[in-house]
């Protein structure tokens, strides 16, 4: 079955920075847009970052310059390198695999606190 697993989450002062991994295995990656999303506390799961097969990068704005999405379909891994936290960007984060309606995977998501 289609498994997505994150790592690399953690507690990290304000302006720091941390680099989350999601593996994928059961599915074929190279042809998934792949994309982080996140939900904090009382709110909402959004959007973060989203990569296609073609490599074509999307991001929310409240992330744009400070965060970058990159996948290696060598490895089935897609990455978040986030700089610039501010607390703002406490949340869980999800690695999500899209490739259609019928075949759209979540991963348990990891845990990133943003505090002094």
Same mark, same amino acid.
């Given at each position: 079955q289609v498994q997505l697993v994150e790592s690399g989450g953690g507690l990290v002062q304000p302006g720091g920075s941390l680099r989350l991994s999601c593996a994928a295995s059961g599915l074929?990656?190279?042809i998934y847009r792949m994309?982080?999303?996140r939900q904090a506390p009382g709110k909402q799961?959004?959007?973060v &970052?989203?990569?296609t097969s073609a490599d074509? @990068?999307?991001y929310s704005d409240s992330v744009k310059g400070r965060f970058t999405?990159?996948?290696?379909n060598a490895k089935n891994t897609v990455y978040l390198q986030m700089n610039s936290l501010k607390p703002e960007d406490t949340a869980v984060y999800y690695c999500?695999?899209?490739g259609?309606? &019928?075949?759209?995977?979540?991963?348990?998501? @990891?845990?990133?606190?943003?505090?002094?």
């Open positions: 074929i990656f190279k994309g982080w999303y799961r959004e959007l &970052a989203t990569i074509t @990068t999307n999405i990159s996948r290696d999500n695999a899209f259609t309606m &019928a075949n759209n995977y979540w991963g348990q998501g @990891t845990q990133v606190t943003v505090s002094s």
